[in-house]
């Protein structure tokens, strides 16, 4: 059923059928292709391991196995035999000193084992010594749930790097190690329709999901991947992508040990159209702090991760119970067959208010047609209002009226969601309400979400009724209804126009990167000159400008750059030449040049900076001040940002940031989270921008980060002008910092 005490869907396990709201998705269609790189090296697609005997062996080890009551090893060796006898697998208990354990002969090595072994499970407090033994018995995967490695510090870290090169040499596949139990759970197998599968860093923080079984939502996979030293959150996200019974991938991540797999894995679920939620620890520098010290990974500048996993179709929540709700009706609400939302209650306050919230969550209601409204009036008093959201003033419920308001509703072909919030049992308007929708529902294949706010939560028509139902779904709090309903759109119109950026990026260097390889200056910043010159091989435009060394050579520039100009310093020392008093801007002769010259080079001794010379450069005409660089994440390399520029770009922090490889369609995306965005479309009488040029330079931008991106520590063209439509954009100033 679609239903839940903290708003997720459930299906009834007495009614045992996949629902229309729900469908299996076919098996796996996409063909791994040959491992294909990208112009720097990287790989264009995601390594799927087949992770199959991992969750389902045919025969396990438990290394360290104990029934001697009272001990730890012992309740985890009950679990496991529970676990094996669910899925089928030979237990084979391992133990240097026992002939038997629960009754099971006792191997002293796993090399002495009478088959081979799928799984591993390694009851010890240091797994290092035992990977040797592991790969000579050709076990395919184990399982370390020992901790004291990187989530301790800096010798943790080397341990487990230790551990990991022993495991990299040995051929077998390791979660772990500071793993637990989480993967062999019972789950349920009384529950039908499409399946969540859980990635966690932190078991306890998959228990909310987990406990969804209990509301009828089926889980089918627990990957809990602790400190991440082999098998990674990507590993298990492009597995659980290519599982047929896999509606919807719900992730607690508290750091990314590889962000480039990570968007490789993030791809390959797009391109399947399994979505993927995501609690995403390190929005603070006290989060990021404090998931350091649990996993001992990089948790990735915050503004970098929330764009890529929006870059990629990943759906990133906040909290577990948004966990929850969203990765449940993503799972198993089909596809919707409209992006209209009506909102319907028993109360206009109710209504008003739940409708407010929804247009602040970005969702779209639609003002009802005349001919919707009149309609509806046939059984709603005129003075009520039935524009959007509908009031049905509460008597209308109690009669055949309240089931035809919402037939009506949701014929309406602008309507592809009905969201009805019940602020609190009211019998017997409430359970006539919610019957008339649940029956409704079973009619319809759109979606028909109720907000049960009553805090009490044992109501019979909310147990019975709302939970009860396959076609309706049911939350607990208007917010996280409206955060569900607002991905489960955005999910599907991202995916039903995705292509995938990996497809088209590019795999060799261009002409470009030739000539620019000769202008870089290993671990140097380049002067404005040589920066500009860089910008030129990639095809930005810079203005009109000279490099001179002498007064008169200045004078003669300005003649043949064409008055009013603009005179700089240049040098590889000097990052910031305005607050130096190193750029005289509007000069109109040639006395004008030879006494800002004097004065340049004069404040450049002063200074002690040292200069290549002085560029006397065309004076571009008014436009819009942008900013656009590059600069290196450690989680996922080579960055694009573009935003507000100019002393704005300081002010207001007001810029956007992709992950390359980007489209077109993601260069214009950038523009559109702006907030100073209307500068570009023309205010206080001025025309709009060229947005079609700076959206070439963005463009650009990103192949000199994908081909100068080992090369760059950063890049920052600032300003970046943008003139009117039609002519261009200029790139007046950049800086470039060599690796």
Same mark, same amino acid.
């Given at each position: 059923?679609? *239903?839940?005490?903290?708003?997720? +869907? ?71 035999? &529970?676990?094996?006898?669910?899925? /089928? ?29 799928? +799984? ?76 969540? $599968?859980?990635?966690? !860093? ?16 089926? +889980? ?66 006290? *989060? ?59 109360? /206009? ?12 969550? *970005? ?38 009226? *309240? ?129 500009? !010159? ?45 607050? +130096? ?63 507000? /520029? ?18 077109? &369609? ?9 907030? /100073? ?35 760059? $520590? ?14 261009? $954009? ?10």
């Amino acid at each position: 059923m679609l *239903g839940s005490t903290h708003g997720t +869907l459930t299906t009834d396990s007495r009614r045992a059928r996949v629902i229309a709201c729900g469908e299996q998705r076919p098996g796996p269609a996409v063909h791994d292709r040959a491992a294909d790189l990208d112009v720097s090296g990287r790989p264009l697609h995601a390594d799927v391991p087949d992770l199959t005997r991992f969750f389902r062996p045919r025969s396990l080890a438990v290394v360290g196995a104990s029934d001697t009551e009272g001990r730890p090893n012992t309740g985890i060796t009950r679990q496991l035999l &529970d676990w094996a006898d669910r899925v /089928g697998a030979r237990v084979h208990p391992v133990h240097p000193r026992r002939p038997s354990v629960f009754g099971l002969p006792c191997a002293s090595r796993v090399a002495d084992l009478p088959e081979e072994v799928d +799984l591993a499970v390694l009851l010890v407090a240091d797994p290092l010594p035992l990977i040797g033994e592991l790969a000579e018995a050709k076990v395919r995967f184990a399982v370390a749930f020992a901790s004291g490695f990187a989530e301790t510090g800096e010798a943790g870290a080397e341990a487990q790097e230790r551990l990991a090169e022993a495991v990299r040499r040995s051929g077998l596949r390791l979660l772990g190690p500071n793993t637990n139990l989480n993967a062999f759970e019972r789950f349920r197998e009384d529950l039908d329709g499409p399946a969540i $599968a859980l990635i966690t !860093q932190s078991g306890h923080q998959g228990r909310p999901v987990f406990a969804l079984q209990e509301l009828g939502v089926r +889980l089918s996979h627990w990957a809990p991947t602790g400190n991440e030293a082999d098998l990674e959150t990507a590993d298990f996200l492009s597995f659980f992508a290519e599982q047929p019974e896999v509606g919807a991938i719900a992730c607690y991540v508290e750091g990314l040990k590889d962000g480039r797999a990570f968007l490789l894995a993030a791809d390959r679920a797009a391109r399947r159209g399994v979505p993927v939620v995501a609690v995403k620890v390190g929005r603070t520098e006290t *989060g990021a702090r404090t998931a350091a010290s649990h996993t001992g990974k990089l948790t990735g500048a915050d503004d970098v991760v929330d764009a890529a996993m929006r870059q990629y179709g990943v759906i990133r929540v906040d909290a577990l119970d948004e966990l929850q709700d969203t990765a449940a009706l993503l799972a198993r609400a089909r596809a919707p067959l409209a992006d209209g939302v009506a909102v319907y209650s028993i109360s /206009g306050g109710t209504g008003a208010h739940v409708a407010d919230l929804a247009v602040a969550a *970005g969702l779209r209601l639609p003002t009802l047609s005349p001919q919707k409204q009149a309609e509806l009036h046939r059984w709603i008093p005129p003075y009520l209002n039935v524009a959007n959201p509908v009031d049905n003033g509460g008597h209308p419920v109690g009669d055949r009226r *309240g089931r035809a308001i919402i037939d009506a509703l949701l014929a309406d072909p602008a309507v592809g969601v009905l969201i009805c919030p019940v602020t609190g049992p009211f019998p017997p308007l409430s359970d006539r309400l919610v019957a008339d929708l649940v029956d409704a529902a079973e009619e319809t294949d759109k979606l028909v979400c109720v907000v049960w706010g009553s805090p009490v939560g044992t109501e019979r028509a909310y147990r019975e009724v709302l939970l009860g139902s396959s076609r309706v779904a049911t939350f607990r709090t208007v917010g996280n209804c409206l955060t569900a309903v607002r991905a489960w759109l955005d999910h599907h119109a991202f995916v039903s126009g995705y292509r995938s950026p990996f497809d088209e990026a590019p795999r060799t260097p261009s002409p470009s990167f030739r000539k620019a390889e000769a202008l870089l200056q290993p671990g140097r910043q380049l002067s404005e000159h040589a920066a500009k !010159q860089l910008l030129r091989a990639y095809g930005i435009r810079v203005p009109r400008e000279q490099l001179v060394t002498s007064a008169a050579a200045a004078v003669r520039a300005a003649g043949q750059v064409g008055y009013p100009i603009v005179m700089k310093a240049s040098g590889a020392q000097i990052a910031h030449k305005t607050e +130096l008093g190193m750029v005289k801007i509007g000069l109109t002769s040639a006395s004008q040049v030879r006494d800002a010259y004097r004065e340049l080079t004069d404040i450049a001794r002063y200074e002690g900076v040292g200069l290549d010379g002085i560029l006397v450069c065309q004076m571009v005409g008014q436009g819009v001040e942008m900013m656009a660089g590059v600069t290196h994440d450690d989680l996922f390399g080579p960055t694009v940002t573009v935003g507000l /520029g100019g002393i704005l770009v300081e002010v207001l922090h007001d810029a956007a940031v992709r992950v390359p490889p980007f489209g077109e &369609d993601q260069a214009r995306a950038m523009l559109g989270e702006l907030r /100073g965005r209307a500068l570009l479309s023309g205010v206080r009488g001025r025309p709009p921008a060229d947005t079609d040029a700076l959206v070439e330079v963005i463009l650009r931008v990103q192949r000199m980060a994908l081909e100068l991106g080992g090369a760059i $520590a950063e890049l920052d063209i600032n300003p970046l002008v943008v003139l009117d439509r039609g002519q261009g $954009a200029v790139a007046l100033d950049a800086l470039v910092v060599c690796r």
